[in-house]
């Protein structure tokens, strides 16, 4: 059974940071990419960043360059989002997710496994 335990989510000020992780179990981590998602109320879910198994690739969506940060520690079945400069527009919650490829997926259909997600406040 594949398990994930995501955690950092919260409250911040606009222009603040968070850092959001994500534990997996039950899966050979370090052989898919893995990425984040948010869903924001009353929109779709996003992708936000992806990250191969080997960090060779990275993909983040336009509106978070500059901003966000994904990493992964394969040693520790984790990947992570650090968040700075957030902004009210940043409000959602965040699930990690993993596809069973080595390479990250277009949209959230190619992804296999889901976090249950950890809420991301940002006040102005």
């Known amino acids: 059974e594949v398990q994930f335990v995501e955690s950092g989510g919260g409250l911040a000020q606009s222009g603040g940071s968070l850092r959001l992780s994500c534990e997996t179990s039950?899966?050979?981590?370090?052989?898919?990419?893995i990425g984040w998602f948010r869903q924001a109320p009353g929109k779709e879910r996003e992708g936000v960043s992806c990250?191969?198994?080997?960090?060779?690739?990275?993909y983040y969506v336009d509106s978070v360059k500059g901003r966000f940060t994904i990493s992964r520690d394969n040693a520790k079945n984790a990947v992570y989002l650090q968040m700075n400069s957030l902004q009210p527009e940043d409000t959602a919650i965040y699930y990690c997710?993993?596809?069973?490829?080595?390479?990250?997926?277009?949209?959230?259909?190619?992804?296999?496994?889901w976090g249950q997600g950890t809420q991301v406040t940002v006040s102005s």
């Open positions: 990250v191969s198994p080997s960090d060779d690739r990275i």
């Open positions: 039950g899966i050979t981590f370090d052989d898919y990419a």
């Open positions: 997710a993993v596809v069973v490829d080595v390479v990250c997926g277009h949209d959230e259909f190619d992804y296999d496994y």
